[in-house]
């Protein structure tokens, strides 16, 4: 495959215990072009950290082929040792050595030629951390730990880098700031990375493509765009994009939802697992004593309230504004908002109420 810094093909993973064997990865299918920031998207569990590992030759894949420029690095016969693959690694404690300053572990590994320290020094530069060349690891911040880890990892002239959740541990602010440095950093080091996290935020944010990751198995591999607008299934809608979902019925030849009709008709075919789609500024809730829906939660974002609300079993998130009168406790009615997009899955019908 043309410019292609990694491709994994059909690759699965077991891991083996005393009296079992448990089914982490399933038939992965992933290639990251050069240059490219791809994320790897999931719950906790998911096998988002055992591909990562798979990929820098900590591990053996079970099954599967793991190719990178073209070239077999782990295959169910053959396995890379991991300073050999070029491939660089950030920790999600960072792993600094803490007997070496900052530039000892940046050039840790490096090649003590005049060109490899220029690159260490210029990418010391590009991180904003040249001044810190001399400090330890116990002297640092979490930021400013987290940008040695990058430099170390890219300093040998790496063209792939693996980050594992690199920011779970920093502040909101710092947390903001690196990870909108992350794709010129890498731009500017002709390199490729691939993002482990559990935020969604953070992976349509920054990422060229996300793989979506549940029960070790792919439910999308998109841009981010196309996840937005056409999520595969529901549990890409929901993990990712937090959207409402509710099963559909069909009665008097109407198609409806426990919160009204939709608009779409009676010749329309969908399965009865067809599930309804939509926003949650997409619903109007309004008190009412003698409503069938109770207020469970109520969350302040600022410039807005997200109340959750249930009625048998069925759970659902709406926005309103600070004038609300509505608290966790109060009964309510739900209905749909006119000209509000929704999206019946597994068909991929849009309309609109």
Known sequence: ???????????????SSSNSKNLVLKDIDLFIKQGELVGLLGPSGCGKTTLLRLIAGFDSPTQGTIKKNGQIISDGNYLLPPERRRIGMVFQDYALFPHLNVWENVCF?????????RRAEWLLDLLGIDEYKNRYPHELSGG??????LARALAPGTSLVLLDEPFCSLDVAVRSRLRSELSSVL?????SAILVTHDPHEALAICDR?????????????????????????????FVLQKNILPISFLNNLYSTVIGKLNLSENTLISRESVCIFDRKSVFIDYNSKGIFKVTAKEYRIDHFILTVTLEGFKIQVETDLNSVLNIGDMCNIKYLSGQEFL??????????
Do not use: W
């Open 344 to 353: 019946v899955l597994p068909e991929k019908i849009k309309s609109f109420f």
């Open 187 to 191: 731009r500017s080091c002709s390199a």
């Open 109 to 117: 590994g490096v090649a003590k030629k005049e060109q490899a320290l």
């Open 1 to 15: 495959m043309l410019n292609t810094e990694l491709e994994i093909k059909n690759l699965s993973h077991y891991l």
């Open 210 to 238: 996300i793989a979506i990751m549940k029960n070790g198995v792919i439910q999308q591999y998109s841009n981010p765009s196309e996840i937005v607008s056409t999520p595969s299934n529901d549990f890409v809608a929901t």
């Open 144 to 149: 400013q730990s987290q940008r040695v880890a």
